[in-house]
């Protein structure tokens, strides 16, 4: 097992092997990582043999550094072109020169000698037969609120212009500070904009009420998967319920492309208004893996940045 940093070389290969993947997603693809250059991280490849890689998305320096395969705990893990049973995620991190590693495992391709495993869902809407069937597994408080939405004059848009990511971001802001959470700089989205949308692997719509925007969402796509990968709002306006119309929107949209399903993301135990919403479309839990290893220091400091970026994403989201 070897690491290559991104040559062109290693670029060349990965591409490769990603071609005969069964198993890739959007998150694998050069597009994907190239985001993640574009706001300064590092692209590392680990490659297990001449068949078998493991993306990394690096970022930071030293003792600080951090590796994701891939970040936000997405699907990234081992890209292969056949099965050579599970691999070691220690041997893995053996190769990866970083003290905090990360590796969301979609595919039951990774073990863990060392109980790194901890085990997570996410809900996966079935659109194999077309958007018609797919909406018949629709909860009826569902169905009532789609068509509140739309009686309250609730409609939704694809953005087709660059600078209206700005609005998207706005909200994402808003939805993040309301948990406290740390917002994605809005040079990530201009650059999943630039990088995705043209490719077709990737659509941000908005929903407008009236002239104000109300809620947003961004969806990926690669080959037959599609992926719910994030929904913003702003909480004035919950009563409208735009966001039902969003997602039933997205789910017409992506069936009609050909897609077989919509992933909408990861369902912590401590969401549950989260996972009702996504059951109310018929989402079905999906499990899957996430390995991680960080260093006894590592760890402590990140709780203490967590605290504070809690408190701060609140004090600036009071102000949106």
Excluded at 120 to 135: L, N, T
Excluded at 178 to 188: I, K, S, W
């Amino acid at each position: 097992m070897r690491p290559l940093t991104d040559s062109n070389r290693a670029r060349a290969r990965y591409e490769e092997i990603l071609d005969h993947f069964a198993g890739a997603s959007v998150y694998h693809t050069p597009a994907w990582l190239r985001v993640w250059e574009d706001l300064g991280a590092d692209v590392e490849h680990v490659f297990v043999d001449d068949e078998t890689v493991v993306p990394f998305v690096c970022k930071g320096a030293g003792a600080l550094r951090r590796a994701y395969s891939l970040p936000f705990d997405t699907y990234g893990g081992p890209v292969t072109a056949r099965s050579n049973g599970p691999l070691s995620f220690e041997g893995i991190i053996e190769r990866v020169a970083s003290p905090s590693v990360r590796l969301a495992d979609f595919g039951a391709a990774v073990a863990s000698s060392n109980g790194a495993l901890r085990p997570m869902v996410s809900h996966i809407v079935d659109m194999a037969d077309g958007y018609e069937a797919a909406s018949r597994r629709y909860s009826d408080a569902n169905r009532r609120n789609i068509r509140q939405a739309r009686e309250n004059g609730v409609r939704v848009a694809a953005i087709s212009q660059h600078e209206v990511t700005r609005e998207f971001y706005r909200l994402h802001r808003r939805t993040v500070g309301r948990y406290g959470a740390r917002a994605l700089p809005v040079a990530f989205f201009e650059s999943v904009f630039a990088r995705l949308v043209p490719a077709g692997a990737a659509t941000f719509y908005l929903a407008f009420h009236e002239d104000r925007v109300v809620a947003g969402n961004l969806v990926l796509r690669y080959r037959d998967r599609s992926y719910d990968w994030m929904w913003a709002y702003d909480d004035r306006f919950a009563s409208l319920r735009a966001t039902n119309l969003m997602l039933d929107h997205a789910i017409r949209d992506e069936a009609t492309r050909g897609s077989r399903e919509l992933n909408l993301g990861a369902s912590p135990n401590d969401r549950l208004g989260s996972v009702r919403f996504k059951q109310s479309f018929g989402a079905q839990p999906f499990a899957y893996a996430v390995y991680a290893h960080t260093a006894p220091l590592i760890a402590a400091a990140r709780r203490v940045r967590l605290g504070m970026n809690r408190m701060g994403a609140r004090i600036r989201s009071s102000s949106f």
